[in-house]
């Protein structure tokens, strides 16, 4: 043999050991799932299995504190949430919270060690609301979470800042790309496994409520009207949603027809509920936080941090391999019956009552929420009883922000509560194509920036 082949075989086997180096030396196990002969088999590698279980290992309980003696609120002064507890449990409530969201830094990390009343640290404000989230999670959402439930710790896992979370993209720079628009793709991203899908499932899906099913119920397209790209960002989500639950699709669909749900699993209909349970966290929890975040801890477009599906499973089919920490603390299964109301609903009280005129309604939104309150349905009926009434007539609907505040942010919070509208609309049944939606628009300034008819969706029927 020649110098020169001997070289080039050994590049060769080389190159072979280098291709082979991304996959997975055996053995690998599988499990099956579903019936024979259709696939529902999971493959997994039990070594990257036995690497995850140490990190996935619930914190041990403190014992049970009493609930006799006086109630918190009496003996403190700024409980808005948990003031029905024993001063006792409090205690215990505090040292818990301590240990799963900030062990380092201790209880300064939320207070001011001279005055524990104070609300001046940011991080205080957000636990409030945190275990008010968590309360409704392991109430509303049994659907999803079942008796298992989640802590702080499902989430945090010891740091103040939990591992997985997301922001929202910064958009494309038109210039450098005359072609069009990349919708975020060929720019390999791990939210999407490295492959060629929009890189961001987690805006249409996980923040706002874009379509999901895309697949045609007949074999000709026959009147389907979903498209290539809607189907990338389908893919997209459910790569995302597969990793975080270290699964394969099959763990919930059998691959003969994705979208039969006959065929499908019972944990799809526990990932359906799961998808609306973290839009539910997004919109109505972290997202109204945005301005109580310092501009550290916000991403490159100023917005909130958000969850996903991996935030409490970790790469786990079950956050904590199904580990049931919630049983062991009460305050966090469900909200407490006396305590104060969230602050979503408190604020609500205050919101002016909808214009609702033949062809033109008014709805007003809480500081800082897109969500559509329930006091403004009047408003929400008029329109759609406007629209059935002329088959012809198409909605405009146009968001309305105040002059306070940084523009950009108030922006995309008008563009948001104009989406809950036309969600709302095209929930209720009304077409697509009968709902336009015009450009935010700024109010006349306003001084305080708290004028609630400035934070107001405008929608017309004609
Ligand atoms: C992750 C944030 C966080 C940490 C860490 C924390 N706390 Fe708190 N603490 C809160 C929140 C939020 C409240 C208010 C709860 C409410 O409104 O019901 C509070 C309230 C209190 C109160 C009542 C104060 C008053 O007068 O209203 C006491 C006492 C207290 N905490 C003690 C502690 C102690 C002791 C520690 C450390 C072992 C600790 N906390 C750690 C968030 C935290
Ligand atoms: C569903 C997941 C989830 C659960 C459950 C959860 N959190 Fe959070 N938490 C988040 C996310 C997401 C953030 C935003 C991250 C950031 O701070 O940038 C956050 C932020 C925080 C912060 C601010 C930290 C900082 O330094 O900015 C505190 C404090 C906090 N959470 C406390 C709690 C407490 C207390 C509980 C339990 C009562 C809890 N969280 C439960 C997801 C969760
Ligand atoms: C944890 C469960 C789960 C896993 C894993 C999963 N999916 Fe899904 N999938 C769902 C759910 C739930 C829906 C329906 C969502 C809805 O209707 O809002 C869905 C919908 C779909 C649809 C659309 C079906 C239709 O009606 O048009 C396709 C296609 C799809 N999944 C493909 C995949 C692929 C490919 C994978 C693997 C990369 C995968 N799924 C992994 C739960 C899952
Ligand atoms: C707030 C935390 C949290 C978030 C966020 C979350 N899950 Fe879960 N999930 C849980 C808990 C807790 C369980 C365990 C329930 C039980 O014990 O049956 C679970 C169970 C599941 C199961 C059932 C597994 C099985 O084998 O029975 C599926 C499937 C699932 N989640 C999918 C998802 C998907 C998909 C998302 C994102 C859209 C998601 N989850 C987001 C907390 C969460």
């Known amino acids: 043999m020649s110098a020169l082949s001997r070289f080039l075989s050994f590049a060769a086997a080389l190159a072979a050991s280098l291709l082979l180096s991304a996959c997975e030396r055996p053995p690998i196990d599988s499990v099956q799932t579903g019936y024979r002969g259709t696939g529902m088999v999971q493959v997994y590698n039990p070594r990257t299995v036995a690497d995850q279980i140490p990190a996935n290992q619930p914190l041990a309980a403190q014992p049970a504190a009493s609930p006799e003696g006086p109630r918190a609120k009496d003996v403190y002064k700024n409980l808005q949430v948990l003031g029905d507890l024993s001063v006792g449990e409090l205690t215990r409530h505090m040292a818990a919270i301590t240990a799963w969201v900030s062990p380092k830094e201790g209880c300064a990390y939320c207070h001011n060690l001279t005055n524990l009343a104070d609300d001046s640290k940011y991080t205080k ?50 210039a450098p790309y005359f072609i069009g628009n990349r919708n975020g793709q060929n720019a390999p991203a791990r939210t999407v496994g490295l492959a060629s899908l929009p890189n961001d499932p987690f805006t249409p899906y996980l923040k706002k409520t874009s379509d999901i099913r895309i697949a045609g119920p007949t074999a000709l397209p026959t009147g389907h009207e979903a498209s290539i790209q809607q ?45 609306r349970m973290v839009g539910e966290i997004n919109n109505n929890y972290l997202e109204p936080l945005t301005s109580t975040f310092p501009a550290t801890r916000r991403g490159p477009t100023g917005d909130v941090a958000k969850a996903n599906c991996a935030t409490c499973h970790q790469g786990a089919y079950k956050p904590l391999y199904g580990a049931a920490m919630a049983k062991d603390h009460p305050e966090l299964l469900a909200p407490a019956a006396g ?123 004609k």
């Open 231 to 275: 189907t990338e960002g389908t893919y997209g989500l459910m790569i995302h949603m597969s990793n975080s639950l270290g699964v394969n699709c099959t763990y919930c669909h059998n691959t003969r027809s994705f979208g039969n749900w006959d065929e499908s699993s019972p944990q799809r209909t526990t990932a359906w509920h799961g998808l």
């Open 125 to 174: 404000v957000v636990a409030r609301r945190m275990v008010q989230m968590t309360q409704n999670i392991n109430s509303k959402w049994k659907t999803h979470v079942a008796g298992t439930g989640v802590t702080c710790y499902t989430c945090h896992r010891g740091e103040p800042v939990p591992q997985q979370l997301w922001f929202g993209p910064v958009a494309q720079p038109e």
């Open 339 to 461: 305590a104060a109301p969230p602050a979503a609903s408190a604020a609500t009280a205050t919101l002016p009552a909808p214009v609702a005129e033949a062809l033109r309604s008014v709805l007003y939104f809480d500081v800082g929420s897109a969500a559509l309150a329930q006091s403004q349905s009047t408003g929400m009926s008029k329109v759609i009883a406007s629209l059935a009434a002329t088959p012809g007539a198409k909605a405009t609907i146009s968001g309305y922000h105040s002059a306070a505040g940084t523009l950009a942010q108030n922006q995309e919070l008008a563009k948001q509560r104009a989406f809950s509208v036309r969600d709302a609309l095209l929930a209720a049944g009304v077409a697509e194509s009968r709902v336009v939606l015009s450009k935010p628009q700024q109010t006349e300034a306003n001084v305080s920036g708290e004028d609630p008819s400035a934070r107001r969706v405008e929608v017309t029927v």
